[in-house]
Each structure stands twice: as structure tokens, then as C-alpha cells.
């Protein structure tokens, strides 16, 4: 199959096609920016995702993967087009839809001078109704054609996690397929296309799938802030919430779910997005989503906890230095979107710290946002030196090395992910975690 992927600039287009390219089909990467389409031609990932490197070259001298700015020239070579554009919110919390909106009339013009049959697959997380009201009447008024008899429509929501993309979009078995069909043949088009892939495949309307997506990031991000309340009473009232939480586990109703880690909170471009703009479309539809706002709140003052311990632990933070470990909004990515580390780096600067991060991919993305208020180290260590005291944000398997820590002027270590062991670390540190009574001394 031929396979046209819009939006092959940002981390869901780009890992997308190179997958589907890995597994034998044509894919043209469309993209708006002929700077980071070049890089692509010349195998430079522009992301970074495990193992992206190497599958682009790959696919690129195979000659399956052509990036290219000519969308129309991709969807007349194509069989199906994916539309993987960016979706992000409002001040409002609602949704985005400006790019959904461009991609569909794109679409549409090129399918005017289509005639063999095309599927048009929403790939991009869209709120309930967004296919049916915005980008079918675009595909149509733009292609003169008529959705369901001329062309196919599917909604297939992505459930990839950055961090190991190439390996939830090749081995999608724990994930599974889901795909929302205007008719048959659209959604047999596209069963077709993942025989390729060891998945399980659900098939569905199109509405259902454009919740599936929120209802799956919801779900999770509502346990996140569960184990966050929780891990927070605890520190209050003397318990220490990793025991409660293999206590709670013991029940095989709960089960063990990695999602119960209490931390820093929820970053990252998807969770606390697709709240918002879940919360913004429950209440624009009458139900007032009580739960998925209260998810939002708890996330919102996670991040300041670690402020407060390291405070508490070394007293005012004016003029002392902090070491941030981990930028990143998760271990395995570049992405700072909405990363918690932003808020912390935030928050120290404000109280007067001198705040040194370091993080191992995500540097250049940090610089954009954070600026020269902060001084940027291009190793741990070098953050770590005469440290008045450490703050971990990003789970980093580097940064569970006790040893890392031995330069550091005062030994005190605020674990926002609890990454670190202290049993781990020599002598003389106090190590603080979210969800401890108190801390613990080496
Ligand atoms: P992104 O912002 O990284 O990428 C979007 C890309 O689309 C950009 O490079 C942009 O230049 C390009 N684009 C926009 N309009 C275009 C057009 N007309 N032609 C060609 N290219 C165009 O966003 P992302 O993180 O890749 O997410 C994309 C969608 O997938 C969003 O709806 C997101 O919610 C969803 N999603 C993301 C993830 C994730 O982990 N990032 C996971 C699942 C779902």
C-alpha cells in the first residue's frame, strides 16, 4: 500500500511513517518545513525516540520513505492518508482544531483530482464530533466528492508513548488497534494495512474512537493524581506511601498498574491537554466532569511540593545552587511540552535559586522556554558541584547512581520520581521523596 502521513514533521507523523515505511509500504512524510523535511531526506531524525535513527535510514536507503512538502503530489500517489497534525489547546483548555481544519481542505483538493479510491484516516487526538462535523464536510467541499461512496473515512486514534514510539507503533499488541469507520470499506482498507502487525484490532464508529483516546490519557492521568493525593497525605501523616501503594496493590481489584507512581505530577503534550479538552467538551455537551477537573488541580500544585521540600530541608533558597536532574516530561524523549520541570526550574528562579539543570536529550528544547535565566550543565556532575542541593524531576535511569551525587556541597536530594535508591548513596545525605514522612539519612 501507498501511504501519505501529514504531519511527518512532529513526533506522531514522523514516527508513524517511518513504522508503516518499515513494513514494506511507500510512505510519503509531508511536511510544511522544507529545513526539517531536508534533514529527514538526509536521515537526520529531528526528534529524539529510540531507535528512530537508525529504522530512517533504514527505510530511506530502501527508498520506502520519500519526505516531501507537496501534499497534494503525496495523497495522488497515496491509498490511504493519515492525518497526524498537532492538536493543541486554547487558552480555554478546549481544542485546537486550525490544523485538522487545513490538513482535511488539503486533502479535499488534492482527492478533486483523485480517482481511484482514497481513505482519509484522523490520526490526530480530536475531540467527539470533530470528524464528522469538521473534517468530512472539508474533504467534501474541497473534493466535490461524497464521503463513504467516493472516498473512505476512518478515525484511528494514536496510543503511542513517546519515550518508545517505534516500539508501541510496531508491536501494538498491548495497545491494540482501534478503528472508527464511516462504512466497511473504509475500515477493511485500513485492517488491511495492520495485517502487517501482531495487533488486536477493535472496529468501530467514529465518534466511539475520538473518545476511546480521551477516555484511555483520562483514565490514566486521573490514577496519576490518585497516587499523587494519596502519597501527599501520607508524607503528612507519617506513612510512607510506596509501602501503601504495594499494600493497595495486594488486591487483586487494583492490581499493579505503574500508573499508582507518585511524583512531580503529569507533563507531556498529551495528558493534560486531552483533560482539558475533555473538560472543555463534557461541559460544552451538559456534564459537569467533577472528577476530570479535580485530576487537573491535583497535577497542577504536584510540582510545587518538591519546591517546598527542598525549602524545608535547606531553608530559604535564595542564592543557594540547585541542581535540576531531568528536563524532559519523561525518561527516553526531547519533548518539553508542558514538562513539570518547567514549573520547578519556574518556581526555584522566583524563590531566588541559582538553578544549574541537566538533562540528557533535552537541552536545546529546554533553552528555548527556559532562556539564560537558568545555567545549563552538559553533564550531571557538572550540575551536581557544590550543589546546595539536588532536585530530581526526570526519571533518567542515569540518575539512580548513588555515586553520582558525591560532589555536592550540602548531600540533601529532594526524588521527584523516586528514581534513586538511598541505599544507594555513601554517607552524610538527607534524601527526600514524595510520599515519605520524613527523610531518610544516609
Ligand atoms: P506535533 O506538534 O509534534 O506535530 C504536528 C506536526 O504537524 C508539526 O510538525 C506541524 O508542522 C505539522 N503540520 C501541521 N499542519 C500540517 C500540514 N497542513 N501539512 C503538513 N504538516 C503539517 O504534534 P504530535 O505530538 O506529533 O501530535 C500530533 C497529534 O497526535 C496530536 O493530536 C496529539 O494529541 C496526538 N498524539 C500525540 C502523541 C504524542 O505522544 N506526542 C501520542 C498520541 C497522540
Known amino acids: 500500500m501507498n501511504i501519505a502521513v501529514i504531519g511527518g514533521t512532529g513526533y506522531v507523523g514522523l514516527t508513524t511513517a517511518v513504522c508503516f515505511a518499515s513494513k514494506g509500504n511507500v510512505t510519503f512524510c509531508v511536511g510544511r518545513s522544507k529545513e526539517k523535511i531536508g534533514k529527514i531526506r538526509r536521515g537526520v531524525p529531528i526528534i529524539f525516540e529510540e531507535g528512530l535513527e537508525e529504522l530512517l535510514r533504514s527505510v530511506l536507503s530502501k527508498g520506502k520513505l520519500k519526505p516531501t512538502t507537496d501534499l497534494e503530489k503525496a495523497v495522488l500517489n497515496s491509498d490511504v492518508s493519515f492525518i497526524c497534525v498537532g492538536t493543541p489547546s486554547r487558552t ?13 481542505e488539503k486533502i479535499g483538493h488534492a482527492l478533486r483530482k483523485k480517482d481511484d479510491y482514497h481513505v482519509v484516516v484522523v490520526r490526530s487526538t480530536v475531540v467527539p464530533g470533530t470528524t464528522e ?3 468530512i464536510p472539508a474533504l467534501e467541499k474541497n473534493s466535490g466528492k461524497r464521503a463513504g461512496s467516493d472516498f473512505g473515512v476512518c478515525m484511528n486514534p494514536e496510543f503511542l508513548r513517546e519515550g518508545q514510539a517505534i516500539k508501541d507503533l ?5 495497545i491494540g488497534v482501534v478503528i472508527g469507520e464511516i462504512d466497511k470499506k ?6 488491511e494495512l495492520y495485517e502487517a502487525f501482531d495487533a488486536e484490532i477493535m472496529r468501530t464508529g467514529l465518534r466511539t474512537a475520538e473518545v476511546i483516546k480521551y477516555a484511555r490519557n ?3 492521568a486521573k490514577d496519576i493524581s490518585f497516587a499523587n493525593e494519596i502519597a501527599n497525605i501520607c508524607q ?8 501503601v501503594r504495594k499494600g493497595m496493590e495486594m488486591d487483586a481489584r487494583i492490581g499493579t498498574g505503574r500508573f499508582l507512581d507518585a511524583g512531580a505530577g503529569f507533563g507531556g503534550s498529551c495528558f493534560p491537554k486531552d483533560v482539558r479538552a475533555l473538560v472543555a467538551k463534557a461541559v460544552e455537551v451538559g456534564v459537569e466532569p467533577k472528577l476530570l477537573k479535580a485530576t487537573l488541580e491535583v497535577n497542577e500544585l504536584q510540582p510545587c511540593r518538591l519546591v517546598e521540600l527542598a525549602r524545608h530541608t535547606i531553608g530559604k533558597l535564595k542564592g543557594k545552587k540547585i541542581a535540576v536532574l531531568g528536563l524532559a516530561f519523561k525518561p527516553g524523549t526531547d ?10 526550574v519556574k518556581s526555584l528562579i522566583d524563590e531566588g535559586a541559582k538553578v544549574w539543570a541537566y538533562d540528557p536529550q533535552a537541552l536545546n528544547n529546554a533553552k528555548m522556554i527556559l532562556g539564560n535565566r537558568v545555567a545549563y550543565a552538559t553533564r550531571a556532575e557538572e ?20 555515586k553520582l551525587y558525591n560532589n555536592m556541597r550540602h548531600k540533601v536530594i529532594i526524588d521527584g520520581r523516586r528514581v534513586l535508591n538511598p541505599s544507594k548513596l555513601s554517607s552524610g545525605f538527607v534524601y527526600h521523596a514524595i510520599g515519605f514522612s520524613g527523610p531518610v539519612r544516609t
Open 170 to 174: 510496531l508491536f501494538p499488541k498491548n
Open 335 to 344: 519533548d518539553m511540552r508542558e514538562a513539570v520541570s518547567v514549573r520547578v
Open 186 to 191: 473504509s475500515g477493511n482498507a485500513l485492517c
Open 383 to 402: 550540575a551536581l558541584e557544590n550543589a546546595d542541593a539536588c532536585v530530581i524531576v526526570t526519571e533518567w535511569p542515569e540518575f539512580a547512581e548513588g
Open 218 to 220: 483520562s483514565y490514566l
Open 92 to 104: 480555554d483548555g478546549s481544542i485546537d482544531l486550525s490544523q485538522i481544519k487545513e490538513a482535511s
Open 133 to 135: 462535523e469538521l473534517v
Open 236 to 243: 503528612n501523616c507519617g506513612a510512607d506511601y510506596l509501602a
